[in-house]
Every structure is written in structure tokens, then in C-alpha cells.
């Protein structure tokens, strides 16, 4: 509901998409880069524990 809410304050501000796209990335961007390497941290550790398994057998 919140993003909803904040996406709607943003079309009725900015008009058009590519400036909401804009204003979206400025306000979520930074927390958007966390997330996309916390993913690739904890993907390559899941990927250790998976192979390192069969190097041992």
C-alpha cells in the first residue's frame, strides 16, 4: 500500500513517467544497490557451501 501511495504523490507531482522514473531512483536507488549486493554476497556464499560439498566426495 505505501509504494502505492508513493507513487501516486509522484505521478500527481511530476506529470510523466520518465520523470517519475527519475524521482523514484533518487529517492529508492541507494536501497535498491544494497539489495543487489547483499543478493550477490549471499548467492556466491550459498554457492560455496553447494560446491564445496562435492570437491570432498
Excluded at 505521478?11 to 544497490?33: C, F, P, R, W
Aim: charged residues 15%; positive net charge.
Amino acid at each position: 500500500m505505501r509504494l502505492c501511495a508513493f507513487a501516486d504523490q509522484l505521478s500527481a507531482k511530476t506529470g510523466n513517467i520518465k520523470n517519475m522514473s527519475h524521482q523514484v531512483e533518487l529517492n529508492i536507488g541507494s536501497d535498491l544497490q544494497r539489495i543487489r549486493i547483499n543478493s550477490t554476497l549471499v548467492g556466491e556464499v550459498i554457492g560455496l557451501i553447494l560446491y564445496l560439498p562435492s570437491l570432498v566426495l
